[in-house]
């Protein structure tokens, strides 16, 4: 578990993260979203000790970083997949980092295996591809075998496998009871990724929730319902109080239950070709939540704010 209360950090005149609190819980994957220079990176340096907070304390299993025995043993943390010498082979990377942690170095052989990089633990490091980079980033990350791991932008530039691999291996850590922090800008990646999520911007705590419901409070749930008889289907769901509007051959209907429009149909004897529920998206649903803190800083001239929407804070390249 990680827990923050209070967490500010100042450079300068420059407020990087302004009074955030929030718990990240274990046995789920959290995202951690933001715009770009929200303070995602800040925060999760703070949480490394890497960075001293200007006021507030982050706590991991109820310590502060800097009053863990070994670190590497409770916290794991992939920030920079090319951090790495590039001339060492990954096993030698591996090897390195955990005499220097005093982990046992048996442990480098179980990470390589997990992370599936077994058959290329002799090749130089330097010569990965980018996805092989963040397998042996995470490797180091598992070296410990630690309940807490954090992931800062972990499928930046991979490709769609690579990004498959990363969602599963998330799941996977969070399955067995880990706590999984991961912070992305690709807002379509982390409504599949994060079952939690955590979302800032400019350094405030903008919403702490599942993914489900961040979704459900910021954009309308709506059924699309096919059938013969729309007419008769849609006059009678009005009946019922429902919103009912045709688009492009199917009805779009609010305000009635899935279940209840089954029902309706079922007892009026009308022939229903589609029932399907239709979820808002996180983009959607970031656009809307973030609108006032983005307004907010545009309004104090803030030009990153001032310039782009939601939608192009999160998808333009770091
Ligand atoms: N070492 C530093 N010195 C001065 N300002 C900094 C430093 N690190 C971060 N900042 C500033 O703090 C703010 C938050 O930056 P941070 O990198 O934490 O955001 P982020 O959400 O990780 O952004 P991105 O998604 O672009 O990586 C930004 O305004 C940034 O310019």
């Given at each position: 578990?990680?827990?923050?209360?209070?967490?500010?950090?100042?450079?300068?005149?420059?407020?990087?993260?302004?009074?955030?609190?929030?718990?990240?819980?274990?046995?789920?994957?959290?995202?951690?979203?933001?715009?770009?220079?929200?303070?995602?990176?800040?925060?999760?340096?703070?949480?490394?000790?890497?960075?001293?907070?200007?006021?507030?304390?982050?706590?991991?299993?109820?310590?502060?970083?800097?009053?863990?025995?070994?670190?590497?043993?409770?916290?794991?943390?992939?920030?920079?997949?090319?951090?790495?010498?590039?001339n060492?082979?990954?096993r030698?990377?591996?090897?390195w980092?955990?005499?220097?942690?005093?982990?046992?170095?048996?442990?480098?052989?179980?990470?390589?295996?997990?992370?599936?990089?077994?058959?290329?633990?002799?090749?130089?490091?330097?010569?990965f591809?980018?996805?092989?980079?963040?397998?042996?980033?995470?490797?180091?990350?598992?070296?410990?075998?630690?309940?807490?791991?954090?992931?800062?932008?972990?499928?930046?530039?991979?490709?769609?496998?690579?990004?498959?691999?990363?969602?599963?291996?998330?799941?996977?850590?969070?399955?067995?009871?880990?706590t999984?922090?991961?912070?992305?800008?690709?807002?379509?990646?982390?409504?599949l990724?994060?079952?939690?999520?955590?979302?800032i911007?400019?350094?405030?705590?903008?919403?702490?929730?599942?993914?489900?419901?961040?979704?459900?409070?910021?954009?309308?749930?709506?059924?699309?319902?096919?059938?013969?008889q729309?007419?008769?289907?849609?006059?009678?769901?009005?009946?019922?109080?429902?919103?009912?509007?045709?688009?492009?051959?199917?009805?779009?209907?609010?305000?009635?239950?899935i279940?209840?429009?089954?029902?309706?149909?079922?007892?009026?004897?009308?022939?229903?070709?589609?029932?399907?529920?239709?979820?808002?998206?996180?983009?959607?649903?970031?656009?809307?939540?973030?609108?006032?803190?983005?307004?907010?800083?545009?309004?104090?001239?803030?030009?990153?704010?001032?310039?782009?929407?939601?939608?192009?804070?999160m998808?333009?390249?770091?």
């Open positions: 578990m990680i827990e923050a209360v209070g967490l500010s950090k100042h450079y300068g005149k420059t407020v990087a993260v302004d009074d955030l609190s929030f718990t990240v819980r274990s046995g789920r994957v959290t995202g951690f979203l933001g715009p770009n220079g929200a303070g995602k990176s800040t925060t999760m340096r703070m949480i490394l000790g890497l960075d001293a907070p200007t006021a507030g304390t982050v706590r991991i299993d109820g310590k502060r970083y800097r009053e863990l025995h070994q670190p590497l043993r409770t916290v794991g943390a992939l920030l920079d997949a090319k951090w790495v010498h590039p060492r082979s990954a030698a990377h591996l090897h980092l955990a005499r220097s942690n005093k982990i046992s170095t048996s442990r480098v052989d179980e990470v390589l295996e997990i992370v599936g990089l077994t058959g290329v633990a002799n090749r130089r490091a330097g010569g591809s980018l996805g092989m980079s963040q397998r042996l980033g995470i490797a180091a990350a598992l070296l410990g075998d630690p309940q807490v791991l954090l992931f800062d932008e972990p499928v930046n530039g991979l490709d769609p496998e690579g990004i498959l691999w990363i969602r599963r291996f998330m799941h996977r850590l969070a399955d067995e009871g880990r999984v922090f991961v912070s992305s800008h690709l807002l379509s990646e982390m409504a990724t994060a079952q939690e999520l955590v979302v911007g400019r350094g405030k705590l903008i919403a702490q929730c599942s993914t489900d419901e961040f979704v459900a409070q910021a954009t309308e749930s709506t059924v699309t319902v096919r059938s013969p729309a007419d008769l289907l849609g006059s009678a769901l009005r009946d019922q109080g429902g919103a009912v509007r045709a688009e492009n051959g199917h009805l779009v209907v609010s305000g009635v239950d279940t209840e429009i089954g029902e309706l149909a079922a007892a009026k004897g009308i022939v229903l070709h589609e029932l399907s529920p239709q979820r808002g998206s996180l983009e959607e649903a970031f656009i809307q939540l973030t609108g006032d803190s983005v307004e907010y800083h545009a309004a104090v001239g803030d030009q990153t704010a001032a310039a782009a929407s939601g939608a192009d804070l998808t333009a390249g770091k």
